[in-house]
């Protein structure tokens, strides 16, 4: 049995974009007992197992859970179930529960996409063989990172390779699962030239590997108790540039197109301890950011302003870790 986790840990309602119309969203955070692997060894800039219990959690608890915020999710049409872990991985959820969680989704949004998270070992033919059967728009997001095996193992410490990721994201499209990739820009000990490098070759290694996707450029924000928090307390690092964020939509432009979604929404954007420029813009081109990721409509980027471009391209030139 559980301790009485009957809440989740948050839930909220958003825009996002659903094939090609924004629609409200909501997400909801069920409270778990955390990502094994932050125990194993743990990525470098994740936090986000800070305050989660390691007590298991039952059945009952987690479909407590569902059910506080079950009628709020009614009919709507992109509902994000995530945890401080895998969605699929049966230490964290068992497997009858992610049915039931997706059963119950399903009975009161039928027309749903719903979005969980895994890491690619926990994505077997077994774990989602039959949940084509209880909903049929299904969206799973890898935080791949970076194509990168070095950067990933080395700086990010996620503990897989490139080839495991294809492997995961080929099973889930051949069910006819949607794929959703994550990628960090600026992990720790990279400087922000070599930053926005890497995210422009991952985007375009990805969208030749898998062309139907939705990929998700996710700028490093500092978390408690993490590598990159110790860093950025010893002056070692500065979290990304909003216009270094731009400027990596504006280059992989020409290979985007009506099957693939680029988006970023950065968490903690225009603080310190997220990516920001020099605080007079940082509204408006995260504001920028929000259009694109929305309509999709390249247009709708910002510029580097005057206020701040030659601080941020003198930046580029010259830092080194």
């Not at 990502?35 to 219990?53: I, P």
């Amino acid at each position: 049995m559980g301790d009485g986790r009957t809440n989740p840990v948050s839930f909220w309602k958003e825009d996002d974009r659903k094939g090609d119309r924004v629609v409200e969203t909501a997400t909801l955070i069920l409270d778990t007992p955390g990502c094994y692997w932050s125990e194993k060894l743990g990525c470098s800039m994740c936090g986000y197992n800070n305050n989660v219990s390691r007590a298991p959690v039952d059945h009952v608890e987690y479909i407590a859970q569902i059910d506080s915020r079950l009628d709020i999710m009614k009919d709507m049409e992109y509902i994000k179930i995530f945890t401080s872990g895998s969605f699929f991985d049966e230490n964290e959820i068992p497997l009858k529960t992610t049915h039931s969680i997706i059963k119950k989704i399903h009975d009161i949004s039928p027309r749903s996409r719903i979005l969980v998270e895994s890491r690619p070992e926990f994505i077997t033919e077994k774990a989602i063989n039959d949940l084509g059967t209880l909903h049929d728009d299904i969206e799973v997001a890898i935080g791949l990172e970076t194509t990168d095996d070095n950067i990933r193992s080395k700086l990010i410490r996620k503990g897989f390779t490139y080839d495991d990721f294809i492997g995961s994201a080929e099973i889930l499209l051949d069910k006819g699962f949607s794929l959703k990739s994550y990628l960090l820009m600026k992990p720790p000990f990279m400087d922000e030239r070599n930053a926005i490098s890497d995210m422009v070759r991952s985007i375009r290694d990805l969208i030749k590997r898998f062309p139907e996707q939705t990929i998700s450029i996710n700028p490093m924000n500092i978390q408690k108790r993490t590598v990159v928090e110790r860093l950025y307390q010893r002056g070692l690092y500065r979290t990304p540039w909003i216009w270094s964020l731009t400027q990596i939509i504006m280059e992989v432009e020409d290979i985007l197109g009506d099957a693939v979604k680029l988006m970023s929404s950065p968490t903690g954007g225009g603080r310190v301890r997220g990516a920001h420029n020099c605080g007079k813009c940082d509204k408006m081109a995260l504001d920028s950011i929000q259009r694109f990721s929305l309509s999709q409509d390249i247009s709708q980027i910002l510029p580097p302003l005057d206020c701040c471009e030659s601080n941020w391209m003198t930046y580029k030139e010259n830092e080194i870790f």
